[in-house]
C-alpha cells in the first residue's frame, strides 16, 4: 500500500520538473504570468480539445453537472442540498470563493458555496462535530450527498484539502481538484476512487491542471494567476454547457448570455497582452 501512495519524482511525465534555479525566484515567477496563462489558453482551445487532459476533465465534469441539472427539472434534488462546493485553504480558498461568487451570479438558482477544507473536516471529519462559530455551516444545514465538489490546492498535498478529498467521497464520487500538475497526492486519492468502483469500467478524469508546477516562492504569484485563468475557462465552459439547453438555462436562472460569453472570451485573449505589458516580458 504505501508504494501506490508514494509519488514518483524523477522520470514521471505527469510532474513537472522544477525551475531553475534563480537569485530572485519572485521576479522569476511574476516574469512566467503571461507565459503560463497563454498556455492555459491553448490548453482549453478547441482545436486541440482531442489532445487536452483538462478539457476531458471538462467533459467528465459536466456529465456530474448534468446530471444534477436533470434532477432540478424533475424537482428531485433534497431540500438545502449544496449543488456544488469548492473547498481549499488559504490563497486557494480565497479563489475558490472568487469563482464560486462568480458562478452564482452567472447562476443564480444553483446552491454554490466555498467553505475552507478545515471547517468540512471539523464539522464531518469528527466523532462530534466541531461547530463553526460565525458560519452557518452546520450538518444540519447543509446536505452534501452527490454534491459537485471542487477542491482547488496548487501544491495537490496540503494537509486540509487532501484530508477532503478522502472524506467526502463518503458523500459524493463526484469529486475534482485543481492543481499545479497531474500527479499530486489528491489526484491519487481521485483516481483511487475509480479503481475501488467496478461499475465504472474506465478512470475518469477529475483533475485539472494549471502545469505550472512546484512554485515555492513567497509571495505567490504565478500559481494565483494560473489558478484564476484555469477557473476562468471552466466558467465559460460551463456556462456554455447550460446555455445550450433552455431547461438548464430555466432551472439555474442563468443570467449570464452567449454576448456576454464573446465578451468574456476576448476580454480572457486581451488580457495576455496586457499581462505581457505589465510584467515587461514577451
Given at each position: 500500500q504505501l508504494y501506490h501512495r508514494m509519488t514518483k519524482l524523477s522520470d514521471n511525465p505527469l510532474i513537472r520538473p522544477l525551475q531553475p534555479s534563480s537569485e530572485d525566484p519572485v521576479l522569476t515567477d511574476i516574469q512566467d504570468i503571461p507565459r503560463a496563462c497563454k498556455n492555459i489558453q491553448n490548453d482549453w482551445n478547441s482545436g486541440k480539445a482531442v489532445h487536452s487532459l483538462n478539457r476531458l476533465t471538462a467533459f467528465n465534469f459536466t456529465r456530474?453537472?448534468?446530471?444534477?441539472?436533470?434532477?432540478?427539472?424533475?424537482?428531485?434534488v433534497p431540500a438545502m442540498?449544496?449543488?456544488?462546493?469548492?473547498?481549499?485553504?488559504?490563497?486557494?480558498?480565497?479563489?475558490?470563493?472568487?469563482?464560486?461568487?462568480?458562478l452564482k451570479k452567472c447562476f443564480p438558482k444553483l446552491s454554490i458555496?466555498?467553505?475552507s477544507s478545515n471547517k468540512i473536516l471539523g464539522l464531518y471529519g469528527q466523532e462530534i462535530a466541531v461547530p463553526c462559530l460565525g458560519f452557518p455551516h452546520t450538518p444540519q444545514t447543509r446536505n452534501l450527498h452527490d454534491s459537485i465538489v471542487i477542491i482547488v490546492s496548487h501544491s495537490g498535498g496540503t494537509f486540509g484539502p487532501l484530508a477532503?478529498?478522502?472524506?467526502?467521497?463518503?458523500?459524493?464520487?463526484?469529486i475534482f481538484v485543481v492543481t499545479s500538475e497531474w500527479d499530486t497526492q489528491i489526484g491519487k486519492q481521485l483516481r483511487m476512487m475509480?479503481?475501488?468502483?467496478?461499475?465504472?469500467?474506465?478512470?475518469?478524469?477529475?483533475?485539472?491542471?494549471?502545469?505550472v508546477g512546484m512554485r515555492p516562492a513567497e509571495p505567490c504569484s504565478v500559481s494565483v494567476a494560473a489558478?484564476?485563468?484555469?477557473?476562468t475557462n471552466l466558467l465559460e465552459y460551463i456556462s456554455a454547457f447550460v446555455l445550450s439547453d433552455p431547461n438548464f438555462c430555466r432551472v439555474t436562472?442563468?443570467?449570464i448570455t452567449e454576448q456576454d460569453l464573446q465578451i468574456l472570451e476576448r476580454c480572457n485573449q486581451m488580457n495576455i497582452d496586457a499581462l505581457t505589458e505589465t510584467v515587461g516580458v514577451n
Open positions: 456530474s453537472l448534468r446530471k444534477r441539472l436533470e434532477k432540478h427539472v424533475k424537482g428531485t442540498s449544496v449543488d456544488i462546493l469548492l473547498t481549499g485553504c488559504e490563497v486557494s480558498l480565497w479563489l475558490a470563493e472568487q469563482f464560486a461568487a462568480d458555496e466555498a467553505v477532503c478529498s478522502n472524506l467526502l467521497q463518503s458523500s459524493t464520487e463526484h475509480d479503481h475501488m468502483d467496478d461499475s465504472c469500467g474506465a478512470q475518469l478524469p477529475r483533475i485539472f491542471s494549471t502545469e489558478t484564476h485563468q484555469l477557473l436562472n442563468g443570467q
